[in-house]
């Protein structure tokens, strides 16, 4: 039977499907797509994967895949990063029969993608997509799809959006977002290229950016005509989001705690899934912060949610008619709400607000300002360890990659950008330890010194019996 593509696709195998939760690094494992799907998603995604890791790491597929069968969690697609056709194609040929399709991540802006070149840093090489996903479309049994950000121009991206259709692409996830929009400057992501990517394909198109809430859900696909809305921060903070419910933190908490139990996930995953349910409660109550951040085991992580509902249930108790919530938030701590990245010179505020999720070192004139509680921590543990930025070594860029360089290499390079210039031109770089034109010049030598068969001598003047005879080199 020939594979559905396109709208059949979606509207049969994926049914039809609006609600989506992202594929998120560490948080969309499958306790949380569980969670998700019972609060209003009707489509969930994998955690990205890396595709080459995939196919050499028997362990790395059965944790993140092939785990356990869990007929609750289909509709599913699995997501990957790669750069190269037939490690991605290897890839998704041992994840085809787990999930309903296979998607290519190019969206992720983060540094650790523009290193292992993946992710948004292809979204210019427009060969290389063309052959991954037309590779991908070829060989695979289940259909392939994209998740991308956007250019600057709403003409490149409408043509760039259009270059992976023509390949094979069978849905497209579109985040109105460039890749240099994240971390503390992220801005609104743009509907207005969303939509016009919409109107210039002829597959199904998902929208991402912008959903803190079932109403945004609703004003997306009014306003970009897209088939499906994708969330993730706005997941992870209210997974009953698709539900248009804000229920108090510790009836999800209690929920989700309760699926990990029943399908384990490392305790890290966790952890980062209750500081972000808890976020707002974290800023009021910041001494169990720090308990929850070392916290042991599943138990241990248990025990704090619930001293933190708790003194939630304490708050609520002292609650007077008519007050509203503080720091300009939309509920009460104790609410499941979206949480709003605050601008990169937000701190925290002397009448007792909220600190920023990523407090600056320096204020405005370039000051030390109180440092961050990941530094506060590192602080304690290392007292004699300076963490001014200006006391900070200037490092030399590599003149190819950006990395620090090696102070003495020959090519003003670093380790590796130097070891593949050495290797290519069969040179030295003492500072790096990298010797292939001594190693060469040695193997040479060594060959030379060997015994080797001397050229045969006319007849009738070779050694006895016409045979040539073997000189060492040495004696020759």
């Not at 991206?157 to 890749?179: I, P």
């Not at 696909?221 to 992870?236: P, R, W």
């Not at 360089?405 to 290797?423: E, H, I, Q």
Request: glycine share 8%; with cysteine; charged share 25%.
């Amino acid at each position: 039977m020939p594979k559905l593509q396109g709208f059949e696709f979606w509207s049969r195998t994926l049914g039809g499907a609006r609600h989506v939760v992202a594929p998120m690094v560490d948080q969309s494992e499958l306790a949380w797509r569980l969670l998700s799907r019972r609060h209003g998603a009707q489509l969930c995604y994998t955690p990205m994967l890396h595709a080459q890791v995939f196919v050499r790491d028997a362990n790395y597929r059965k944790e993140n895949l092939y785990c356990e069968v869990c007929p609750e969690d289909r509709p599913l697609i699995v997501q990957f990063c790669a750069n190269d056709p037939e490690v991605f194609v290897q890839a998704a040929l041992l994840a085809q029969n787990f999930c309903d399709a296979i998607d290519l991540n190019l969206g992720c802006p983060q540094m650790i993608a523009k290193r292992g070149h993946y992710g948004a840093f292809l979204q210019e090489e427009w060969d290389l997509l063309q052959r991954m996903i037309l590779l991908a479309h070829e060989k695979l049994s289940v259909p392939v799809t994209c998740k991308i950000r956007v250019f600057p121009e709403i003409d490149k991206t409408v043509q760039y959006a259009q270059m992976l259709e023509k390949a094979g692409c069978q849905l497209l996830t579109v985040h109105g977002r460039t890749k240099e929009q994240k971390g503390p400057l992220p801005g609104p992501a743009s509907w207005e290229h969303i939509r016009a990517v919409r109107k210039a394909v002829s597959i199904p198109v998902f929208a991402n950016g912008n959903i803190q809430s079932l109403r945004d859900v609703e004003r997306c696909l009014q306003d970009t005509g897209v088939q499906g809305v994708m969330s993730a921060e706005g997941n992870l903070h209210n997974p009953a989001l698709f539900e248009g419910r804000s229920p108090a933190v510790w009836e999800l908490a209690e929920e989700y705690l309760d699926l990990v139990r029943q399908h384990p996930c490392p305790l890290s995953y966790v952890r980062a899934h209750l500081f972000k349910l808890w976020h707002h409660t974290l800023q009021v109550h910041q001494q169990l912060r720090e308990e929850l951040a070392k916290a042991k085991t599943l138990e241990d992580v248990a025990a704090l949610s619930q001293a933190l509902r708790l003194q939630c249930q304490e708050d609520m108790s002292r609650q007077k008619e008519g007050e509203k919530p503080a720091g300009g938030l939309p509920f009460f701590h104790w609410i499941c709400q979206p949480y709003i990245r605050p601008g990169p010179r937000e701190g925290s505020k002397e009448n007792g607000g909220t600190r920023s999720k990523r407090a600056l070192e320096e204020d405005e004139e370039g000051r030390p300002e109180v440092l961050s509680k990941n530094k506060q921590k590192k602080q304690l543990r290392n007292p004699h360890k300076p963490f001014d930025p200006s006391l900070k070594p200037k490092y030399a860029k590599c003149d190819q990659c950006g990395n620090p360089k090696g102070n003495r290499c020959v090519f003003n390079l670093c380790r590796g950008c130097c070891k593949k210039r050495a290797f290519r031109e069969c040179a030295d770089c003492p500072g790096h330890g990298l010797l292939f034109k001594t190693k060469l010049e040695k193997s040479l030598a060594r060959k030379g010194d060997q015994p080797r068969l001397q050229e045969p001598p006319p007849p009738g003047s070779g050694g006895p019996g016409g045979f040539p005879e073997v000189v060492s080199s040495a004696r020759a």
